[in-house]
Structures are given as structure tokens and as C-alpha cells.
């Protein structure tokens, strides 16, 4: 199957500091990639959908400001943490449609905010 | 409200045994229902999904699902599992076959499996 990459797997920031996590799809063209947020025992929560070339469509609740994403290539999708606070402490797991296919999904990337 | 409910929050099962994992969705028009296995450090990985049709469905690693429209469940079954199988299984619904028009998948909060020797 396609594969999906994420950068870094994991972060440590302190407060304040803004946190940039990357999404690759290493064989494929994604149009469409997706971030989710994953609490501990919850399931995954759609944050935004992200289409290469435009701009990203946040899911109610999320706050665009402080989740920056940019689709600037077809492989290539970032989430930016603005000014990350200790509750954004999460994990995020992008994905990316494949034609004719179901998403693919990256590692995921647990950031912990001190 | 679309949901997806999985019950079990964590499974123990011997290796060789069986397996069903139990999922229920709510979801006002035809779902499209998908299961994911997830292991540290790897991405969901797809098992099998459902949209139409035959409401057995066969997937990767020997495992099966059946959709019962009546009862709004679709079960994850295995008749014999292996150690490798330990894992976070997430069920999800769509409102489309690539997780719906938008893309987006509702998530149940998963299932843990534990596999004994």
C-alpha cells in the first residue's frame, strides 16, 4: 500500500514556542490530506482537511490561527502548532487520499508541550 | 449524531483463539464502514471496508467483517489469532468510499487486543 511519512515522530517544546510537523506521502500524489488529534484512549479527531494549492478547511471547534496548515506540493502537507500551550499536548496523525483508494495515514507525531 | 461506539476497550485473547471485535455506528445515510489496525509506531492501516454489496467482507491478515444493517454493527472476526495481531483496532464510518466527500472518517475510541502465548 501507499505510504505516508511523518516528521518529527515525536517533540518536546516548551510553552509559547510554535511547533511545525510534517506530512509526506512517499509514493503517491495526495490532493487531499487530513490532520487528526488523537487524546490518549479517544479516537481520532478530524482537525482539518487540506487540499494542495488552496487553503485548508478546519473542522468546527479548531482554531485555524493556532493550526497553521500549508499543502504546498502534492507529497507534501505541514501543521504548524502556533504558540503551543500544555493542552496541546497530543498526538497528530495526517492523511492522504490515494485515486481510486482510502486515505493512507502517517505514524502520527505526539507532541508534549512543557 | 454520527458515531461510531466500539464496547471493548481491551481484549485479551490466547494466540490460536478466536477473535471478534464489536463495533456499532450510528449514521443517517448508507455508511461506508472501514476497519484500521494500528501498531506503535505505524499508521492505520487499512484491514478491510465495506460499501456495498456481499455484507461478508474479506480483508488483509485473515481477517472479516459482516455488516448488519438491523442491528447498525459491523464486527471484526477472526477464527484464529496470532501474536503478531497485538495491536489498536479502530473502527470507522464515512460518507463515502475514501472516508466520505470531505474525507473525513468518524473514529470509534478503538480496541485494544492483547494476545497471550
Known amino acids: 500500500g501507499a505510504v505516508v511519512s511523518q516528521h518529527p515522530s515525536r517533540v518536546i517544546c516548551k510553552s509559547g514556542t510554535s511547533v511545525k510537523i510534517e506530512c509526506r506521502s512517499l509514493d503517491f500524489q495526495a490532493t487531499t490530506m487530513f490532520w487528526y488529534r488523537q487524546f490518549p484512549k479517544q479516537s481520532l479527531m478530524l482537525m482539518a482537511t487540506?487540499?494542495?494549492?488552496?487553503?485548508?478547511?478546519?473542522e468546527q471547534g479548531v482554531e485555524k490561527d493556532k493550526f497553521l496548515i500549508n499543502h504546498a506540493s502534492l507529497t507534501l502537507s505541514t501543521l504548524t502548532v502556533t504558540s503551543a500551550h500544555p493542552e496541546d499536548s497530543s498526538f497528530y496523525i495526517c492523511s492522504g487520499t490515494h485515486p481510486k483508494e482510502t486515505q493512507y495515514f502517517g505514524p502520527g507525531t505526539r507532541l508534549l508541550v512543557l | 449524531a454520527q458515531s461510531v461506539t466500539q464496547p471493548d476497550i481491551h481484549i485479551t485473547v490466547s494466540e490460536g483463539a478466536s477473535l471478534e471485535l464489536r463495533c456499532n455506528y450510528s449514521?443517517?445515510?448508507?455508511?461506508?464502514l472501514f476497519w484500521y489496525v494500528q501498531s506503535p509506531g505505524q499508521g492505520l492501516q487499512l484491514l478491510l471496508k465495506?460499501?456495498?454489496?456481499?455484507?461478508l467482507v474479506q480483508g488483509i491478515k485473515g481477517f472479516e467483517a459482516e455488516f448488519k444493517r438491523s442491528q447498525s454493527s459491523f464486527n471484526l472476526r477472526k477464527p484464529s489469532v496470532h501474536w503478531s495481531d497485538a495491536a489498536e483496532y479502530f473502527c470507522?464510518?464515512?460518507?463515502?468510499?475514501?472516508?466520505?466527500?470531505?474525507?473525513?472518517?468518524?473514529f470509534g475510541k478503538g480496541t485494544k487486543l492483547s494476545v497471550k502465548p
Open positions: 487540506s487540499n494542495e494549492g488552496s487553503k485548508a478547511t478546519y
Open positions: 449514521y443517517g445515510a448508507t455508511p461506508y
Open positions: 465495506y460499501f456495498s454489496g456481499d455484507t
Open positions: 470507522a464510518v464515512g460518507a463515502g468510499p475514501y472516508g466520505g466527500s470531505q474525507g473525513n472518517l468518524i
